[in-house]
């Protein structure tokens, strides 16, 4: 069983940022495709990044160069540095982990929610204009 906790929400201004943390358990973060999820109020849940057990990264186009997903093998810890957020950011941030390796391997895979079996508690994350 995996267990999965959030910290680091916050709210900040436009152009600020944030490092969020997912402390994961039962499994090391090396052996987990993880990945950050988003939901923002009123809208579906959106895949926004993952890291495969080989270290290989994916993510949405709207948070490129500007949101990075890093593990510590050391710490067991996932994180999502963020930088220049912005309003549209806005929404609680859920980390995911599954030990199925194809998730991780293709974009389709890693966007449906029901492919991860291990969810957060979520963080929120609000940024003001």
């Known amino acids: 069983q995996v267990q999965l906790v959030e910290s680091g929400g916050d709210s900040v201004q436009a152009g600020g940022s944030l490092r969020l943390s997912c402390a994961a358990s039962?499994?090391?973060?090396?052996?987990?495709?993880m990945g950050w999820f988003r939901q923002a109020p009123g809208k579906e849940r959106e895949w926004v990044t993952s890291i495969s057990t080989s270290g290989s990264i994916t993510s949405t186009g709207s948070i490129k160069g500007r949101f990075t997903v890093s593990r510590d093998n050391t710490e067991n810890t996932l994180y999502l540095q963020m930088n220049n957020l912005q309003p549209e950011d806005t929404g609680m941030y859920t980390c995911?982990?599954?030990?199925?390796?194809?998730?991780?391997?293709?974009?389709?895979?890693?966007?449906?929610?029901?492919?991860?079996?291990?969810w957060g508690q979520g963080t929120q994350v609000t940024v003001s204009s």
């Open positions: 995911a982990a599954t030990l199925n390796a194809r998730v991780c391997s293709r974009t389709d895979y890693a966007r449906r929610s029901a492919n991860w079996s291990y």
């Open positions: 039962g499994y090391t973060v090396s052996s987990l495709c």
